[in-house]
């Protein structure tokens, strides 16, 4: 089965930075695409950022032009830079990956543990 480790959270006063990592392991095939989603108190889950194996990314407006998501292929791990860091900012961040187990599986959704983000004003 594949797993989702996800490291780099932790507590930040605002205009700082934290990079969090996510690294697949277990039986892959191929991944498809890597993302962030984060929920904050009280709130729904949103999608922060996806990358596929190509390299497109896509990022909620809110973290445009602060947060890069980035992809080591050989690796299996997803990265997300977060700089200039807001109060808003803060939320639980959870790894996602699409992938295929073998070549003949179908496509399923795998997520990480979550890592907590404090941003402090």
């Known amino acids: 089965q594949v797993q989702l480790v996800e490291s780099g959270g932790g507590l930040v006063q605002a205009g700082g930075s934290l990079r969090l990592s996510c690294a697949a392991s277990g039986n892959i095939f191929r991944i498809n695409t890597m993302g962030w989603y984060r929920q904050a108190p009280g709130e729904q889950r949103e999608l922060v950022s996806i990358v596929t194996n190509l390299g497109n990314t896509n990022y909620a407006d809110s973290v445009k032009g602060r947060f890069t998501i980035s992809r080591d292929n050989a690796k299996n791990t997803v990265y997300l830079q977060m700089n200039s860091l807001k109060p808003d900012d803060t939320a639980v961040y959870y790894c996602?990956?699409?992938?295929?187990?073998?070549?003949?599986?179908?496509?399923?959704?795998?997520w990480g543990q979550g890592a907590l983000v404090t941003v402090s004003s």
């Open positions: 996602n990956a699409n992938l295929r187990t073998t070549r003949f599986s179908p496509v399923v959704e795998v």
